[in-house]
């Protein structure tokens, strides 16, 4: 199958060319955006709300589990208070 020409393409004359290309590549070539305050303050807003859905569920009987260990004045010795110090500054820096 063979596809011919269905009409006569003629070049743009030179003035009919409305030489905008000039005025274009004369301009800064960098761009910007600035934000308002009330933008800013609602993309905050929307990362916490994120961080709040992505946190895990509070286990009730988890927490009455830890507040008794708590409780127990055996439970808090110096190897317990170094390793959650670990967890916290692991947690931290991670």
Same mark, same amino acid.
């Given at each position: 199958?063979?596809?011919? $020409?269905?009409?006569?393409?003629?070049?743009?004359?030179?003035? $009919?060319?409305?030489?905008?290309?000039?005025?274009?590549?004369?301009?800064?070539? @960098?761009? @910007? /955006?600035?934000?308002? =305050?009330? =933008?800013?303050?609602?993309?905050? /807003?929307?990362?916490?709300?994120?961080? /709040?859905? @992505?946190?895990?569920?509070?286990?009730?009987?988890?927490? &009455?589990?830890?507040?008794?260990? /708590?409780?127990?004045?055996?439970?808090?010795?110096?190897?317990?208070? @170094? &390793?959650?110090?670990?967890?916290?500054?692991?947690?931290?820096? &991670?």
């Amino acid at each position: 199958m063979t596809i011919d $020409r269905v009409g006569h393409v003629e070049p743009i004359p030179p003035e $009919r060319r409305t030489g905008r290309s000039a005025q274009v590549e004369g301009r800064d070539k @960098s761009d @910007s /955006i600035s934000l308002s =305050a009330d =933008a800013v303050i609602k993309a905050e /807003i929307y990362q916490v709300v994120e961080l /709040i859905k @992505s946190a895990p569920e509070l286990d009730d009987a988890r927490i &009455a589990e830890l507040r008794q260990k /708590i409780d127990d004045p055996n439970y808090l010795n110096d190897k317990v208070i @170094s &390793a959650t110090a670990d967890n916290i500054l692991g947690a931290w820096f &991670a």
